[in-house]
């Protein structure tokens, strides 16, 4: 088979020093290797957080890479794998400098002397621990070439020790060693030569670099470009990233969070985050570029490389979300591919639309054709009840879906009308089309009823109605001008210009922010110490940045919603006082009707509830709780 036409630039090859990558498309160090190896990636980067040879340079507790037997053998058992499927393999070298784990009472070194927050003492390198760290780094990378890996990324970024020294806001030495970009940049230099005379001259040095930390005080292009220059002469490629990672990553500190917002974008912001700095180092090197953030297709990837603004794309959470990303790109089925997100939910190592992620031992990459077919019943045509209805009709079962609107979807429905849900969106549209090109039976407009379900003669029944909409015991609640945050997008022309939502969780917040980007003055209340409490962390301060820009947005914590009247709102707590309100939203959870899921017991002996019916659900539990229900059909 050639290599895609569509994508024609994306499958060319691609030379590094004396490496030939068989297409542009690298995997980022996250994810299931070997099914990314599997699939038609050229090359796939290990990730380990400080693997320098020595002490005081790790994450974690433990002893470098290649001195743990264990450890060892699943990287020769990834090398080997990878390289019977025609994947490259790559390893970041890293070393954690004042973020190293080290246990209590010693020490951890760094630009500069100081004391962690954690108590732990930061000694400032010497030029003996400069040649004794560069000697660590050569050290590690003439073992992992000589294990069999066919290219090294020295880790530039991410808050780890090189890093630190180019940066000004934790390299202040006013010797050699600190001020000038030039005396920044001179540890690193001596870092990245010790590991060249270590692999060799034919051997590929990749490195990952943050072009802009988005930390006031920090590096920016202005920084970064000319070292990259530096340095030229020294790498093989370069991997344009942006962000500042440090141990502050909790999300206490808010330079920190909107560091780390930039470096993997939640789904409020754009794609493509980093390209505008790819294209800028293309113009002023001769080596290979690559670029990752927020590329989700292979048009978005094949436009990266058309436009000349890198020469690879890192592909992460894409391949997360759907390992066969590469494949399918090359065998033209690009519309398969599972759409990501960008939920955040890999940072806890799983994902909403891959419910194999970190479940591995549970499910294989594909589910068998099931020994004897039977007629399935899905109630629900949410995110849950389609996930469910493709997986036991791709299982062979006779599958029936019955939804009560008018078309599929659910509650991320809302997607169709929010400009900040354009991947959820891209994903919605991605399970209902699976579904229209599928064998299933859909019946839409149709509420299930224990009569009806019973009349298909189920051999199996899945019940996946979601949960209805909580309306707080407020007076004033059933004025018309009061409305319910799932009914509101399709209404939201009749939407006053005075708003206060009732409710600062996700759907409260999001809200918040589409109405104020309108221009429309909107209160958010919230009964609870902070808003969006229940958020994975990185999504709740890409959230919270947003709404800090709309000065016509404004939130209340520990406040109640007392009254409703016909013009205004009484508050209490955090706030007291009346607020004028042309339409009030109420978004205060969701509550399941464990009664109406009841009645449908009896009806087959396998019968499974998911999602919220089973326990108040996230869209990931809804997805695997269906995955899970379906595969032991």
Known sequence: MQFSQKYHILFSPLKVNRMILKNRIIGAPVGQYDEKASNGFAMIIRGVVGNVDGPRMRAGPGKFYLDDPKRRQELLQELTYSRQRGAKASIELSHCGIHAFVEKGDYVIGPVAGIRDDGIEIRQMDESMMREVCGQYASAARKFRDIGYDCIMIHADSGWLISQFLSPLTNTRTDDYGGSVQNRARF????????????????????????????????????????????????????????????????????????????????????????????????????????????????????????GAADAVVIGRAGIADPLWAKKAFEGHADDIVPCIRCMKCKHESCTVNPRINREYLFPAQLAKADHCKKVVVVGGGPGGMKAALTCSERGHHVTLLEKCGQLGGRIKCADYDLHKADLKRYKDYAVRKIENSDVTVMLNTEA????????????????????????????????????????????????????????????????????SQGKEVTVVEMMDRLDANNQVYMRWGLHFLLQELPNVH????????????????????????????????AAGFRADSNYAYSFFGITEDTAVIGDLYRPASMEEAIFDAYNACAKL
Do not use: W
Request: aromatic share 6%.
């Open 188 to 307: 690193p230099r001596m870092i990245i030569e010790a590991v060249r005379k270590a692999v060799g001259p034919d051997f590929p040095l990749d490195m990952r670099i943050s072009i802009n930390d988005y930390i006031d005080g920090s590096c920016t292009e202005q920084d970064t470009i000319p070292f990259v220059q530096s340095v030229e002469d020294i790498i093989d490629m370069v991997s344009v990233s942006c962000g500042y990672l440090d141990k502050k990553m909790a999300g206490a500190d808010p330079a920190s969070a909107f560091s780390h917002i930039h470096k993997i974008t939640p789904t409020y912001y754009p794609h493509l985050v980093n390209v505008k700095y790819s294209k800028m180092l293309k113009e002023v090197l001769h080596i290979p570029v690559s670029v990752v953030g927020a590329i989700m297709t292979p048009e978005e990837a094949e436009s990266i490389l058309a436009d």
């Open 555 to 586: 939130t209340y914590v520990n406040t109640c919603c007392k009254e409703i009247t016909p013009n205004t709102v009484k508050l209490e707590g955090g706030y007291n006082g009346m607020l004028p309100a042309d339409t009030v939203i109420v």
């Open 449 to 516: 009823t224990p009569e009806l379900v019973r009349s298909l003669a189920p051999d199996a029944l899945i019940l996946a109605m979601g949960a209805e909409p909580v309306s707080p015991p407020i007076p004033g609640i059933a004025f018309p001008h009061v409305i319910q945050a799932v009914d509101v997008f399709p209404v939201l022309d009749q939407v006053g210009s005075r708003v206060v939502i009732i409710g600062g969780g996700t759907v409260g917040c999001e809200l918040a922010l589409t109405l104020g």
